[in-house]
């Protein structure tokens, strides 16, 4: 019995043919190159003119392979569907690339019987890179017109097969960051979220660490919509969540359940309709999670939750996603995750605590100045001791008035 042929081996086997042959086609002309140089009196000076006149022709082939490879925009016109304030392609290149197709190809067909002679005269012209000599005028000629056609056949495949491969993945992820614009003008903080990781994957900015295992697609209801998958059915679950009828204790219940698939349909009942939000359900997701995919949408709902927090929940859940960030085996750095862990603690940072500053002080009247002073200290005077003392001098020590009379008389008799 003949085994089956898996699409991905074919696909490497294909890749490895084209390089294979990309590079015999260049090792050729290459080896044919150095083995003319060889036969040069001066071999070193025609190798490097050879590889100079080389790598102009590939350039010269490639821009030109560029110009006829660019791809085509289906329907450039704006269409009756597309939503207002959306963004169309830019065909300027498109049209660009078709007039010198036409022009080169007009030019061309006009000076297609002076070709021998126009390349001889270039063969002629480059001839003294190579080292000069009659031989020299038909290999540089020959050199030119096979990396000429080389460098066109790569330029022509490379923008062919990547081009329009780069080009629908920068569409795709304007179109999810578009669609992420509107959904947070519309308050949907979560589902703006989603499509703002996804886009940034759809670019390579993020990983995708949340993984699906094969049971889940089992566990959930098929979906309906864009995108496939469980992520369609996430997406279906959280945009009918306001409409449904179930309570907080029936999607608490639900989480409760035990099976992947019922948790994850509650976790997006949460996303859908923060009143429905169970704080430790979601913390029990983030922290036990059954999968990166289960844990990515516990983030979704718990970034729902973030305005509706008390103080103490909020703590909790700042201790459980940075418990989860710096865990080795818990959220993966650079991933879908830890944009949305990162996300979530920004918001959830606790105020910086400012000293108050004081009022500046009102101008104040000298008489409370005065008031505001602390009191001068008063001199104590030393009591004098019992006994004579010294008889005072000057004029306050006269006798004054009727006592110096009487006195006078006293002294008078005494003497």
């Not at 005028?137 to 329009?164: E, Q, S």
């Not at 390579?204 to 699906?212: D, K, M, Q």
């Amino acid at each position: 019995m003949a085994g089956t042929r898996r699409p991905g081996g074919v696909g490497a086997a294909l890749r490895t043919a084209q390089w294979g042959a990309t590079g015999v086609l260049a090792g050729t002309g290459l080896v044919g190159l150095l083995l003319f140089a060889l036969g040069r009196e001066h071999a070193w000076q025609a190798l490097g003119g050879g590889l100079v006149v080389v790598g102009a022709s590939v350039v010269l082939g490639g821009a030109l392979g560029f110009l006829f490879g660019v791809p085509r925009v289906r329907g450039a016109g704006a269409g009756a569907g597309e939503p207002q304030g959306s963004y169309a392609p830019n065909t300027n290149l498109e049209q660009v690339s078709d007039w010198l197709t036409k022009v080169l190809l007009g030019v061309g067909l006009t000076q297609l019987g002076s070709l021998g002679e126009r390349l001889h005269d270039l063969g002629t012209a480059l001839a003294p890179a190579l080292g000069g000599g009659a031989d020299a005028v038909p290999f540089a000629a020959a050199l030119v017109l096979y990396f000429l056609v080389f460098g066109f056949l790569a330029g022509w495949l490379v923008t062919r097969l990547a081009l329009p491969q780069a080009l629908t993945e920068t569409d795709q992820a304007l179109d999810l960051f578009l669609a992420g614009q509107d959904r947070d003008r519309h308050g949907d903080k979560v589902g703006a979220d989603d499509l703002r990781v996804r886009a940034m994957q759809q670019l390579g900015l993020l990983g995708g660490s949340a993984e699906r295992p094969a049971a889940l697609a089992g566990q959930l209801p098929p979906s309906s919509g864009t995108p496939a998958g469980p992520e369609g059915v996430v997406a279906e679950v959280r945009s009918t969540a306001r409409r449904s009828a179930l309570t907080a204790d029936q999607v608490r219940a639900l989480f409760a359940d035990g099976s992947e698939g019922r948790r994850i349909q509650a976790l997006a009942l949460m996303q859908g309709d923060p009143a429905l939000a169970d704080l430790p359900s979601v913390l029990d997701a983030i922290e036990h999670p059954r999968s990166g995919f289960e844990q990515y949408h516990a983030l979704l709902a718990a970034r729902g939750l973030l305005s509706r927090l008390p103080a103490a929940g909020a703590q909790r859940l700042r201790d459980a996603v940075a418990t989860q960030l710096v865990d080795p085996r818990g959220i993966p750095y650079g991933s879908d995750r830890s944009w949305l862990a990162e996300k979530i603690l920004s918001r959830l940072q606790a105020p910086a605590l400012v000293p108050e500053q004081p009022a500046p002080a009102a101008p104040q009247t000298p008489q409370a100045q005065q008031a505001q002073r602390p009191p001068q200290p008063v001199p104590v005077v030393p009591a004098q001791p019992d006994g004579p003392t010294a008889e005072p001098s000057g004029p306050a020590a006269e006798p004054s008035g009727p006592a110096a009379g009487a006195g006078g008389p006293a002294a008078g008799a005494g003497s």
